[in-house]
């Protein structure tokens, strides 16, 4: 007769199991939680590091695989639930609930980083994290149309409530001044904005605050990077030559600011004919890959062209929203999965002490309180 499986026999057979990004084992980890056995049927729940995890399937069947190995166990029944690791240098630096800041920045303008920003934040949103959106780019603030919303931010016991907009909080100058009033401002009140943008505003507890930041290499970068501890960085180009140069500098200035470069996305990557199917590519291709090698960064996937990109985010539904199927939807899924993959594996493997507090001497907003624009 053969005896019942025991807990410690179930957790010495997960600890052979090695999380694939991490390099180290689910208990190790603790990534093991719940465990329960009856009568051969084992029960546990894998803490995933993101909600986002595009190697889930491969640790449940790692999993799962190395617990039938024990003997007693008929059946194994794995479920999941995630939890993401914050980055102590945000968490230390600023008095706010964000886990992690992620900025999205081009060398020029013209790439797709606008749209780039909010499909990641939406994509991200949809796999079940708690993600803001932060519209840095206060010339050009495109993300209320992108979203679809033009509400004014209302403020509550001091704080600024941020709108929603497809269950993603947001905050863009846009909402604060009128669609036709141009800003001309200079580096100090650039600074001052971000600050209060990051400090006054209502965030709540994020797992991943994506920050649309201008194109180029101008004030609001360094401003944002001085005033909040950026867990990574993501540069948007297009093939042709001319903005790839532009990505080189980007790249030089962040690791210069010291923020980690998460890696490169090639939008307009190609274009698929929708009634014959053959791939045409506008803009050369390759050239995305080609500067991420270079620079010696993660090349982070290809979105092709599509009118659906387009029309989605005049219409305020943006594509992985309007179009979830389209090839260029499931391209920015694919990469937000390796973008959360990647935010992981550098806050596990690289903790940091905290080592200081914000300034609590900071401005307030004006401009807020009922109404639309």
Same mark, same amino acid.
């Given at each position: 007769?053969?005896?019942?499986?025991?807990?410690?026999?179930?957790?010495e057979?997960?600890?052979r199991?090695?999380? #694939?990004? =991490?390099?180290?084992?689910?208990?190790?980890?603790?990534m093991?939680?719940?465990?329960?056995?009856?009568?051969?049927?084992?029960?546990?729940?894998v803490?995933?590091?993101?909600?986002?995890?595009?190697?889930q399937?491969?640790?449940?069947?790692?999993?799962?695989?190395?617990?039938m190995?024990?003997?007693?166990?008929?059946?194994?029944?794995?479920?999941? !639930? &995630?939890?993401?690791?914050?980055?102590? /240098? =945000?968490?230390?630096?600023? !008095?706010?609930?964000?886990?992690?800041?992620?900025?999205?920045?081009?060398?020029?303008g013209?790439?797709?980083?606008?749209?780039?920003?909010?499909?990641?934040?939406?994509?991200?949103?949809?796999?079940?994290?708690?993600?803001?959106?932060?519209?840095?780019d206060?010339?050009?603030?495109?993300?209320?149309?992108?979203?679809g919303?033009?509400? /004014?931010?209302?403020?509550? !016991?001091?704080?600024?409530?941020?709108?929603?907009?497809?269950?993603?909080?947001?905050?863009?100058?846009?909402?604060?001044?009128?669609?036709d009033?141009?800003? +001309? %401002? /200079?580096?100090?009140?650039?600074?001052?904005?971000?600050?209060?943008?990051?400090?006054?505003?209502? %965030?709540?507890?994020? !797992?991943y605050?994506?920050?649309?930041?201008?194109?180029?290499?101008?004030?609001?970068?360094?401003?944002?990077?001085?005033?909040?501890?950026?867990?990574?960085?993501?540069?948007?180009?297009?093939?042709?030559?001319?903005?790839?140069?532009?990505?080189?500098?980007? +790249?030089?200035?962040?690791?210069?600011?010291?923020?980690?470069?998460?890696?490169?996305?090639?939008?307009?990557?190609?274009?698929?004919?929708?009634?014959?199917?053959?791939?045409?590519?506008?803009?050369?291709?390759?050239?995305? /890959?080609?500067?991420?090698?270079?620079?010696?960064?993660?090349?982070?996937?290809?979105?092709? +062209?599509?009118?659906?990109?387009?029309?989605?985010?005049?219409?305020?539904?943006p594509?992985?929203?309007?179009?979830?199927?389209?090839?260029?939807?499931?391209?920015?899924?694919?990469?937000?999965?390796?973008?959360?993959?990647?935010? &992981?594996?550098?806050?596990?493997?690289? #903790?940091?002490?905290?080592? &200081?507090?914000?300034? #609590?001497?900071r401005?307030?907003?004006?401009?807020?309180?009922?109404?639309?624009?």
């Open positions: 007769m053969t005896s019942s499986p025991t807990e410690a026999q179930v957790m057979a997960l600890s199991v090695i999380e #694939p990004e =991490l390099h180290k084992d689910l208990v190790t980890l603790n093991i939680r719940d465990l329960k056995i009856d009568d051969g049927v084992v029960d546990f729940t803490m995933l590091t993101t909600p986002a995890c595009p190697l399937n491969q640790i449940e069947e790692m999993a799962r695989a190395a617990v190995e024990v003997p007693g166990v008929r059946q194994v029944n794995v479920h999941f !639930d &995630s939890s993401v690791p914050g980055d102590r /240098r =945000l968490l230390s630096k600023m !008095d706010i609930g964000v886990k992690n800041a992620v900025a999205v920045a081009s060398g020029k013209g790439v797709g980083k606008s749209t780039i920003a909010t499909n990641l934040a939406l994509a991200l949103a949809q796999t079940g994290a708690t993600v803001g959106l932060l519209d840095a206060v010339y050009g603030p495109n993300v209320p149309l992108m979203m919303v033009h509400e /004014r931010p209302r403020a509550l !016991d001091g704080r600024i409530l941020p709108p929603q907009g497809h269950g993603v909080k947001l905050m863009s100058m846009g909402f604060l001044v009128d669609e009033t141009p800003l +001309i %401002w /200079r580096g100090p009140m650039i600074h001052s904005v971000m600050r209060q943008f990051l400090s006054d505003v209502d %965030w709540g507890d994020l !797992d605050m994506v920050v649309d930041l201008p194109p180029g290499t101008g004030d609001a970068s360094l401003s944002l990077a001085q005033s909040l501890s950026l867990t990574g960085a993501i540069i948007v180009t297009t093939p042709q030559d001319v903005a790839l140069a532009d990505v080189i500098k980007s +790249i030089a200035m962040f690791k210069e600011l010291q923020v980690p470069v998460l890696g490169v996305i090639e939008n307009m990557s190609y274009f698929v004919c929708g009634h014959c199917g053959q791939r045409t590519e506008i803009f050369s291709h390759g050239g995305g /890959r080609a500067v991420a090698e270079r620079m010696n960064v993660p090349f982070l996937g290809e979105v092709p +062209i599509d009118p659906v990109v387009r029309a989605g985010g005049d219409d305020g539904r594509v992985v929203i309007s179009e979830p199927e389209s090839p260029a939807a499931i391209a920015i899924r694919e990469i937000a999965a390796r973008i959360a993959a990647a935010i &992981s594996v550098q806050n596990v493997n690289n #903790p940091l002490p905290a080592e &200081s507090k914000p300034d #609590p001497d401005p307030v907003l004006t401009n807020v309180g009922p109404g639309s624009r």
